[in-house]
């Protein structure tokens, strides 16, 4: 069930409530690709930063360990013990930009394992049966994530073949969902908006998959080349099309400021590999805009990442050790580093819904953007 506490203009304060707990929105989910975040994180420092969900990947799981290995052991959240939500992506956006070698009919794409090689084929059915498998809380349909400067007819095409395989996703799902041994009888289903930066495609699909009634709606095909204000004008003409009593999620995004703006237009999900990855690079962010701990000026520097943050390493350790262990390479400067990111996305998050709570939330964005656009000094 999806319940909206509060709005402030389009932006949505609400809660989802799942079989794995509620999820309270605005939120991030932190990436976990294959059951788990990089820069050695472990489950118990996800709910010691404030993680709600964690999102892991179809495609990757299927070709290692396998989803039938997963299955055996009890499904995802038995497998990397957490017992909070888990949103798996479809596979269909790694199946289009891994697959070097792939062919796209219309049962699905046959493609080879960047792994090993070998040929693989997944389409809406197999998707489902994986996600199914892997027992996540959210399952997303299977899409093709077309590129944003594709021409306007193979976006055409390819949308109107998404929806078809979106109705094939939602069959299939249902069909799983009644099986005696399937580990999430409870196991909701997202559908995926596309249509590259064609307004109208992008709208003429939302009307579409939201006359479905899913458990909630996705705008993809979005941070893939195009610019920022390109993003926002999707975002802007798109959003009011989607069911307003459903979860609305923007895939792949983003930097903090992208969140900002995604939240006024109306976005309750995101998730992005930025901060871990910015993380395990010694770029962090500040409430006063990013750092780079590799600069020769934090060698003597005895303060935290940024004063007053309650993340693990600034409760402990100052930059200029922090810097040592990235420029010595030692693995727990990366991890250091990625959770101070991730904690600073959770706790602006927090922050984000509890700025919607008081009505605040635009004043809130106004001098959160001023801080972000420093430089990350004092």
Same mark, same amino acid.
């Given at each position: 069930m999806y319940e909206i506490i509060k709005t402030e203009g389009?932006?949505?304060?609400?809660?989802?409530?799942t079989v794995h707990g509620v999820i309270e929105t605005p939120v991030f989910m932190n990436v976990g690709t294959v059951a788990a975040i990089k820069g050695a994180v472990a489950t118990s420092d996800l709910e010691q930063i404030g993680t709600q969900v964690e999102l892991c990947n179809t495609y990757h799981l299927h070709v290692r360990p396998g989803d039938d290995v997963i299955k055996k052991m009890g499904?995802?959240?038995?497998?990397?013990?957490?017992?909070? #939500?888990?949103?798996?992506?479809?596979?269909?956006?790694?199946?289009?930009?891994?697959?070097?070698?792939?062919?796209?009919?219309?049962d699905g794409v046959s493609f080879r394992s960047h792994i090993d090689g070998r040929m693989i084929f997944m389409g #809406? !059915?197999?998707?489902?049966?994986?996600?199914?498998?892997?027992?996540?809380?959210?399952?997303?349909?299977?899409? !093709?994530?077309? #590129?944003?400067r594709a021409d306007r007819a193979y976006v055409q095409a390819s949308v109107e073949r998404t929806t078809r395989w979106l109705l094939r996703c939602r069959q299939?799902?249902?069909?799983?969902?009644?099986?005696?041994?399937?580990?999430? #009888?409870?196991?909701?289903?997202?559908?995926?908006?596309?249509?590259?930066?064609?307004?109208d495609i992008r709208i003429e699909h939302a009307r579409r998959i939201s006359e479905l009634e899913l458990d909630g709606y996705a705008v993809g095909g979005l941070a893939v080349g195009e610019t920022h204000e390109e993003m926002y004008h999707i975002l802007d003409v798109t959003v009011p099309y989607l069911p307003k009593d459903r979860p609305t999620y923007l895939m792949g995004v983003g930097t903090p400021a992208n969140i900002l703006e995604g939240v006024e237009r109306g976005v309750d999900f995101f998730d992005c590999v930025y901060p871990s990855r910015n993380g395990r690079h010694g770029h962090l962010y500040t409430n006063r805009g990013k750092i780079n701990l590799f600069n020769a000026k934090y060698e003597l520097d005895d303060r935290p990442i940024e004063e007053g943050c309650g993340c693990p390493a600034c409760r402990r350790y100052s930059r200029a050790y922090i810097r040592h262990l990235l420029k010595a390479k030692e693995m727990l400067g990366l991890r250091l580093c990625v959770l101070?990111?991730?904690?600073?996305?959770?706790?602006?998050?927090?922050?984000?819904?509890?700025?919607?709570?008081?009505?605040?939330?635009?004043?809130?964005?106004?001098?959160?953007?001023?801080?972000?656009?420093?430089?990350?000094? !004092?």
């Open positions: 389009r932006a949505k304060r609400a809660r989802l409530h499904g995802l959240h038995r497998f990397m013990s957490w017992d909070r #939500p888990i949103l798996t992506d479809s596979g269909g956006f790694q199946v289009f930009s891994l697959a070097k070698l792939r062919k796209i009919r219309e #809406p !059915e197999e998707s489902m049966q994986i996600q199914s498998n892997l027992a996540s809380t959210i399952a997303m349909a299977f899409d !093709e994530c077309a #590129p944003s299939e799902m249902k069909r799983l969902n009644s099986l005696d041994d399937t580990i999430n #009888p409870h196991q909701l289903l997202f559908g995926i908006n596309q249509g590259a930066v064609y307004e101070h990111n991730l904690y600073f996305y959770n706790t602006m998050m927090t922050e984000i819904r509890d700025a919607l709570d008081r009505g605040s939330f635009a004043a809130y964005k106004k001098k959160k953007l001023d801080g972000l656009n420093g430089d990350g000094q !004092e």
